[in-house]
């Protein structure tokens, strides 16, 4: 069965801080997996994107990573700011019968303090 | 360049009534998407569009009706609310796979309450 597990649900840090958010997939067969933020009432944007063969991307203070072998991504988070009090959304990309179909982890939610 | 639009951004509706959420997009994108999004749940697709004319079941249709007949719009209908149907609702757009590595564009999401 095609999954995507989240963790921790929910992260509270205080502004500055570090920290790293965990995603396990289950999906075959892989074909990208994508970081996206939700802010409290909008819609989920786009962060990172991480192809089968990208080990490491960065985008600002965002950095995400994918081990493939192991079916693990991270993103990390360097000196939080209070902007970054969101959830986070790992989504796996499969591509099948000529099409996109999209796995959906339930988010972890971090609430960066002053 | 406004993106995905969506409207309205709530509503509550009674037990057995019916409304339309309304979905237009200016990013000339083929496919087109509607989601539910439950407290604790990931997004759940409802139905799916691959360009105009076409449209396929997602994951929980039941309850649910859509139509695409411009490339711009995917309206989502709601026929014989229930109070199961109370949900946070998003519409996305993409390329077709052969133009992009999938990227969903969402709307700002519709809040639906059934009381």
């Known amino acids: 069965k095609n999954q995507v597990e989240q963790s921790p649900q929910s992260l509270i840090i205080l502004e500055g801080k570090n920290c790293t958010l965990q995603?396990?997939?289950?999906?075959?067969?892989?074909?990208?997996l994508r970081w996206y933020k939700q802010d409290t009432g909008r819609g989920p944007v786009s962060l990172t994107i991480?192809?089968?063969?990208?080990n490491t991307k960065s985008n600002g203070r965002y950095t995400a990573t994918l081990d493939a072998d192991t079916k693990q991504s991270s993103l990390h988070i360097t000196a939080s700011q209070l902007s970054d009090s969101a959830s986070y959304i790992c989504?796996?990309?499969?591509?099948?019968?000529?099409?996109?179909?999209?796995?959906f982890g339930t988010g972890t939610r971090l609430k960066v303090l002053a | 360049n406004a993106g995905v639009t969506q409207t309205p951004k709530f509503r509550i509706l009674k037990i057995g009534q019916s409304m339309t959420l309304q979905c237009t997009q200016d990013?000339?994108?083929?496919?087109m998407y509607w989601y539910r999004q439950d407290p604790g749940m990931g997004l759940k697709l409802i139905y799916y569009?691959?360009?105009?004319?076409?449209?396929d079941k997602g994951e929980v249709p039941n309850g649910y009706n859509v139509s695409r007949s411009t490339t711009e719009d995917f309206p989502l209908r709601l026929e014989l609310a229930a109070p199961s149907q109370t949900s946070v609702y998003f519409c996305?757009?993409?390329?077709?796979?052969?133009?992009?590595?999938?990227?969903?564009?969402f709307g700002e999401g519709s809040r639906l309450t059934v009381l």
């Open positions: 996305a757009s993409s390329y077709s796979p052969t133009l992009t590595t999938g990227e969903l564009f």
């Open positions: 995603c396990n997939y289950t999906v075959s067969p892989f074909s990208n």
């Open positions: 991480m192809t089968f063969s990208e």
């Open positions: 989504v796996v990309i499969l591509y099948t019968s000529g099409t996109y179909k999209y796995i």
């Open positions: 990013m000339n994108h083929n496919y």
């Open positions: 569009s691959v360009g105009a004319g076409i449209t």
